[in-house]
């Protein structure tokens, strides 16, 4: 359950910092489209300005991709994580294939009971 509170506080996050590039995108083209229909020179200190905003939505576009990418890789994991567990509950253990030897409705009792039991509370923490 945390790591899906993790998921959704670094979406979240994603979120923000998208709209935070948009905003700054939008400021950018409108103060490009400013430029582009003024006779200012390059040499001006609101074309400085501009120019840092732009660095600064490049790296926020940076930043956005490295939580986008965290994001991927953490729900990897986890979906890594519950796949070994379900492949695990399909199998039979050994003390089950054992039991299976004298009666086969023993073996799929004990499976059955055992994946009834089973408690994937442990994994949602991580």
């Known amino acids: 359950m945390a790591t899906l509170q993790n998921f959704d506080a670094e979406i979240a996050k994603t979120k923000q ?14 103060m490009l489209d400013t430029l582009a ?5 390059i040499g001006d200190a609101n074309f400085d300005l501009e120019n840092a905003r732009i660095e600064d939505v490049l790296k926020q576009q940076k930043v956005m991709e490295g939580n ?5 890789i953490g729900l ?14 399909k199998n039979y253990t050994g ?5 299976g030897i004298f009666s086969s409705q023993s073996k799929q ?3 059955t009971d055992r994946v009834r039991n089973m408690s ?4 949602l923490q991580e």
């Open 17 to 30: 910092v998208v709209q935070d590039m948009r905003s700054k995108i939008e400021q950018s083209g409108t």
């Open 37 to 41: 229909t003024s006779d200012k020179k």
């Open 68 to 72: 986008i990418a965290d994001l991927i």
């Open 76 to 89: 990897e994991d986890a979906t890594n994580v519950f796949g070994a567990e379900f492949e695990s509950m």
């Open 95 to 99: 003390w089950e294939k054992f039991i």
């Open 109 to 111: 009792r004990m499976r």
């Open 120 to 123: 994937l509370a442990g994994n």
